[in-house]
């Protein structure tokens, strides 16, 4: 699976809409790219995935540059519940069943 | 649906003492996961089962054991514990025909000393 590079932490104000960059160079064409997030002492929840074209639905949108080279994972009105450890995780259907979870995005939202 | 359910929730064991982390789902998927994570860290696959009767071994299996006799639960052995399994375990279902999209447990928090 293709690696990914996030930047450690990053600030939003409530209100504001969160922009949080990945960027997986090294993806391949058959290579999904899926969002997960960790709010403190919980497991990880599902946000949003995507193969090449934008998606969108209740919780998030992901934007897929054309290159898929990097994504933008948006939360557009961020509330203080969605401070949490943002995942950018790249995976493809090849039968590995691991999910590679790497350090993430400490994702501050303030009031 | 309670969804993916662990137990317990947290345990302090002594080296050398072994125990059974439980998981059970109740939404009758197939593919079960275990995870752990150390402090600061993204998580580790320690095994995982794409069904009934059929287990298999993740990135850090070592120290561990699994056994998957039923859709609903799949438990998560220690042996004997050891300091460096001080973490916090996962465990996660895939939902089927969602890609990988996994549902989590609320993790259980293992110090060992």
């Known amino acids: 699976d293709a690696k990914t590079t996030q930047p450690p932490s990053m600030d939003c104000a409530e209100g504001r809409a969160a922009n949080l960059p990945c960027n997986h160079s090294t993806i391949s064409g058959n290579e999904y790219v899926y969002w997960y997030r960790q709010i403190h002492s919980q497991g990880p929840q599902y946000i949003i995935h995507g193969l090449k074209n934008n998606e969108t639905n209740e919780m998030a949108s992901l934007i897929i540059t054309e290159d898929r080279k990097s994504s933008t994972l948006i939360l557009p009105h961020a509330t203080l519940r969605d401070t949490a450890v943002y995942y950018c995780i790249v995976k493809d259907w090849s039968g590995n069943e691991k999910l590679t979870f790497g350090t993430g995005t400490r994702l501050t939202i303030i009031p | 649906n309670a969804g993916v359910t662990q137990t317990p929730k947290f345990r302090i064991l002594k080296i050398g003492q072994s125990m059974t982390l439980q998981c059970t789902q109740d939404?009758?998927?197939?593919?079960m996961y275990w995870y752990r994570q150390d402090p600061g860290m993204g998580l580790k696959l320690i095994y995982y089962s794409v069904g009934a009767g059929i287990t298999d071994k993740g990135e850090v299996p070592n120290g561990y054991n699994v056994s998957r006799s039923t859709t609903e639960d799949f438990p998560l052995r220690l042996e004997l514990a050891a300091p460096s399994q001080t973490s916090v375990y996962f465990c996660?279902?895939?939902?089927?025909?969602?890609?990988?999209?996994?549902?989590f447990g609320p993790g259980t928090r293992l110090t060992v000393l």
């Open positions: 939404m009758n998927h197939n593919y």
């Open positions: 996660a279902s895939r939902v089927p025909l969602r890609d990988n999209e996994q549902c």
